[in-house]
């Protein structure tokens, strides 16, 4: 039996709070919304994607190079980047309920909700005009009057009541030093995304590390946004990690490095094991492109609340380099030694987000499947990514079983995260492990004291095989490296 990939969000949340995924952040205190803990599992479920990230970027690339840049950033930055003037969200307010909702999101709902009720036309009408709403000036009233024209009620109290819509910067803001004042001068931000951290080290990034156009700076860290609507487990926190690259290029090979970047990044996320048939790219059309790109693309993936960005792929142009020489005084040039040219280079980004990814391998792992009458849940990941690589059992708690299991534990530790379980039956240990998607599992019985075997049992098709147990490693290196989703 599997079930419908479209129903799987609930299912997925609590086994994630079951099995120590991940948590509702101060859970005890009733919770702060948008806001999560990796527990266990998750911390190193984390730590597996954040790696082969890091290892495809900076590893596998001579040209690229990590740095990891504080959260905290003059202020100035984020007017150089256009975060100030611009990171907005256009919101409403029911002024019945007081709630805050984003008005291009209560428009969204209402095509939703004519396409359910049949009502293709007016939908397809109302998605137009969706679309051509608004230039950033025009596009609080353009949405006002969609939703009077559409008489678009509030979701929580039914009312029909609204404020206008008014743009809400989407960055939080803190106070440096032991001062206490509400003067904006002090004020600096957490930061929205990571890349603006390396843009203003650009420089110094290239003169202490000998690159040469083309060059990437990769990076893995903490951004901040204080996103209104934010109520879908991990796909929209207010506290992400993200996972960004920028490639610093010529200006006119830029339209080819984004191409060739938009094919390495498909590349990567199948290379994580997730199913192709889930994922796609998503160009922006041209007249919905941000302020700084000359090109964006989307790479999606088929959650259980539809297809949804996982990924963006920009050319950044020299937008931010441009800025940043002017708002800094400081020249952002490169010179090119063979052609003795002097230019600010463009820039291709990849940009994704570490918990929506986290979330994609979730869905994508999840399956249920009815074996002898029951239920299994299963979290068919790649063996890469599994947070406990294997588990290790003594078939029953005698001591001779014991030893044995325990010196293959110890064996395996060096290596691979593994988990030693001798609590329960040899089918339940199994099952507890599959929900935690560990991908292969060694039970030591007495017929491998005679003859030095263990049987291994896949997680995948449950298939089991009786090897030696100095094979163990290798079978589970190689089961790992040639594994591919079913
Ligand atoms: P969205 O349209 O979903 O708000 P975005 O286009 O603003 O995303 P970017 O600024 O391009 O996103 O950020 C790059 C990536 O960071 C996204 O593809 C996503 O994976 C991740 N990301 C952005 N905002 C959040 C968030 N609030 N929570 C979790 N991940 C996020």
């Known amino acids: 039996m599997s079930i419908d990939h479209l129903q799987q969000l609930d299912k997925i949340v609590s086994l994630s709070k079951a099995r120590g995924f991940i948590f509702q952040s101060s859970e005890i205190y009733g919770g702060l919304g948008a806001v999560y803990d990796y527990g266990p599992l998750g911390a190193e479920l984390k730590?597996?994607?954040?790696?082969?990230?890091?290892?495809?970027?900076?590893?596998?690339?001579?040209?690229?190079?990590?740095?990891?840049?504080?959260?905290f950033m003059h202020p100035r930055v984020w007017e150089a980047s256009g975060h100030v003037e611009g990171f907005n969200d256009p919101m409403i307010d029911d002024k019945q309920s007081k709630k805050r909702y984003r008005a291009d999101m209560l428009i969204e709902q209402q095509i939703e909700k004519l396409h359910k009720d049949g009502d293709i036309d007016e939908a397809e009408k109302l998605?137009?005009?969706?679309?051509?709403?608004?230039?950033?000036?025009?596009?609080?009233?353009?949405?006002h009057k969609i939703i009077m024209d559409y008489e678009i009620k509030a979701p929580d109290s039914g009312a029909f009541d609204w404020t206008e819509v008014r743009q809400f910067n989407l960055m939080f803001k803190t106070q440096f030093g032991a001062v206490s004042s509400s003067e904006d001068d002090d004020a600096v931000y957490l930061r929205p995304e990571t890349a603006q951290g390396i843009f203003v080290n650009y420089k110094n990034v290239m003169d202490t590390s000998r690159q040469q156009i083309p060059f990437g700076i990769a990076q893995v860290g903490k951004a901040f946004r204080n996103e209104v609507v934010a109520r879908q487990f991990v796909f929209r926190m207010r506290e992400?990690?993200?996972?960004?690259?920028?490639?610093?290029?010529?200006?006119?090979?830029?339209?080819?490095?984004?191409?060739?970047w938009l094919s390495k990044r498909m590349e990567w996320h199948r290379g994580i094991g997730i199913r192709e048939q889930y994922l796609r790219v998503a160009p922006h059309p041209e007249d919905k492109l941000a302020h700084y790109a000359r090109d964006a693309a989307d790479i999606q993936y088929r959650f259980p609340i539809g297809w949804q960005e996982v990924e963006g792929i920009h050319n950044r142009t020299d937008?931010?380099?441009?800025?940043?020489?002017?708002?800094?005084?400081?020249?952002?040039?490169?010179?090119?030694?063979?052609?003795?040219?002097?230019?600010?280079?463009?820039?291709?980004?990849?940009?994704?987000?570490?918990?929506?990814?986290?979330?994609?391998?979730?869905?994508?792992?999840?399956?249920?499947?009815?074996?002898?009458?029951?239920?299994?849940?299963?979290?068919?990941?790649?063996?890469?990514?599994?947070?406990?690589?294997?588990?290790?059992?003594?078939?029953?708690?005698?001591?001779?079983l014991q030893n044995l299991a325990r010196k293959i534990e110890d064996d395996l530790r060096e290596d691979f995260n593994v988990l030693y379980d001798e609590s329960g039956s040899i089918g339940k240990?199994?099952?507890?492990?599959?929900?935690?998607?560990?991908?292969?599992?060694?039970?030591?019985?007495?017929?491998?004291?005679?003859d030095n075997t263990v049987t291994i049992r896949f997680r995948d098709d449950m298939k089991q095989e009786r090897i030696q147990v100095e094979h163990v490693?290798?079978?589970?290196?190689?089961?790992t490296k040639n594994?591919?989703?079913s």
């Open 127 to 143: 998605k137009k005009l969706l679309d051509t709403s608004g230039t950033r000036e025009g596009l609080c009233e353009d949405l």
């Open 473 to 479: 490693s290798e079978v589970i290196r190689k089961e």
């Open 483 to 485: 594994w591919n989703p």
């Open 429 to 450: 240990r199994y099952r507890r492990l599959d929900e935690a998607g560990t991908p292969f599992c060694i039970t030591v019985d007495f017929d491998g004291l005679e």
């Open 47 to 71: 730590r597996n994607v954040r790696e082969a990230w890091w290892k495809e970027m900076t590893q596998k690339h001579e040209n690229i190079v990590g740095i990891d840049a504080a959260i």
């Open 319 to 400: 937008f931010d380099l441009t800025q940043h020489q002017e708002y800094s005084g400081k020249k952002m040039e490169y010179f090119d030694q063979s052609t003795r040219e002097r230019y600010v280079p463009y820039v291709v980004e990849t940009s994704v987000g570490l918990d929506r990814t986290i979330l994609m391998v979730l869905c994508d792992a999840y399956r249920e499947e009815e074996v002898e009458g029951e239920v299994r849940t299963v979290l068919k990941m790649h063996p890469k990514l599994a947070p406990i690589t294997a588990g290790v059992f003594p078939l029953v708690k005698k001591p001779e």
């Open 240 to 260: 992400f990690e993200q996972m960004e690259m920028q490639y610093f290029v010529q200006p006119g090979t830029d339209e080819e490095m984004y191409d060739e």
